[in-house]
């Protein structure tokens, strides 16, 4: 079955600071990738996706994320944190083919210090 | 455009009693997805409609039902709450099945179950 890991519960990081957030998946056959963001008291939204093609796709706000198959891994990053990137982020596979529903990471909550 | 309006946005309900919770999908979006975010367990898939019709179920319990009607609009429905249900239930539209079409979360209904 598929799976999503995020290593990481909580990263705190300062204002200006670059940032990487990791992400694992286990699927056999080409996945397809989702980062998004939730803010306090908020839906989901998405930051970038990974189909096809080019490994390294940009998002919203920034963001960008590379996609490595010899790793299983579609780290998120940014070069350069604000105060209001401050949220938790989850990464998601799609389970099966493109009408399956999304697989979550249990997600990353990201503090950014002044 | 108007977003995905989830409704109520907070509840409460006693162990026992049943709820209804209801989504609204962007216009034009046929596809709606449910998902139960606790601190617990994250996020988890509960069920996807589309064109009136349930195309895909999680892994819950029976007590956990759903209908989407002609114009879209979904609901679901949990009977004989326990407390184990207080959770934020979150509903995602989208035009189609296809995951490469985007999803668009709504803020969810926070349930809690006293």
């Known amino acids: 079955a598929q799976s999503v890991t995020q290593p990481d519960i909580h990263i705190t990081v300062s204002e200006g600071a670059s940032l990487e957030l990791r992400c694992n998946y286990s699927?056999?056959?080409?996945?397809?990738l989702f980062w998004y963001v939730q803010s306090p008291g908020q839906g989901l939204q998405l930051l970038l996706k990974?189909?096809?093609?080019?490994?390294l796709v940009q998002g919203i706000k920034g963001f960008e994320a590379e996609f490595k198959r010899s790793q299983s891994s579609f780290n998120l990053r940014k070069p350069s944190v604000h105060w209001s990137d401050a949220a938790e982020y989850f990464c998601?596979?799609?389970?099966?083919?493109?009408?399956?529903?999304?697989?979550f990471g249990k997600g990353t909550k990201l503090s950014v210090k002044p | 455009k108007a977003g995905v309006t989830q409704t109520p946005r907070y509840l409460i309900k006693t162990r026992g009693q049943q709820v209804t919770l209801s989504c609204s999908p962007i216009?034009?979006?046929?596809?709606v997805s449910w998902y139960q975010q606790t601190p617990g367990q994250g996020l988890q898939f509960l069920f996807e409609?589309?064109?009136?019709?349930?195309?895909n179920k999680g892994n819950f319990p029976g007590r956990f039902s759903g209908r989407q009607f002609s114009n879209s609009r979904s609901e679901m429905n949990v009977s004989t709450l326990e407390l184990g249900d207080s959770a934020l239930y979150l509903c995602?539209?989208?035009?189609?099945?296809?995951?490469?079409?985007?999803?668009?979360f709504g803020q969810g209904t926070r349930l809690t179950v006293v």
């Open positions: 995602a539209s989208s035009l189609d099945r296809d995951v490469r079409t985007e999803a668009f």
């Open positions: 699927y056999g056959a080409t996945p397809y």
């Open positions: 990974y189909f096809s093609g080019d490994t």
């Open positions: 998601a596979v799609v389970n099966g083919g493109s009408q399956g529903n999304l697989i």
């Open positions: 216009s034009g979006h046929r596809s």
């Open positions: 409609y589309f064109s009136e019709t349930q195309r």
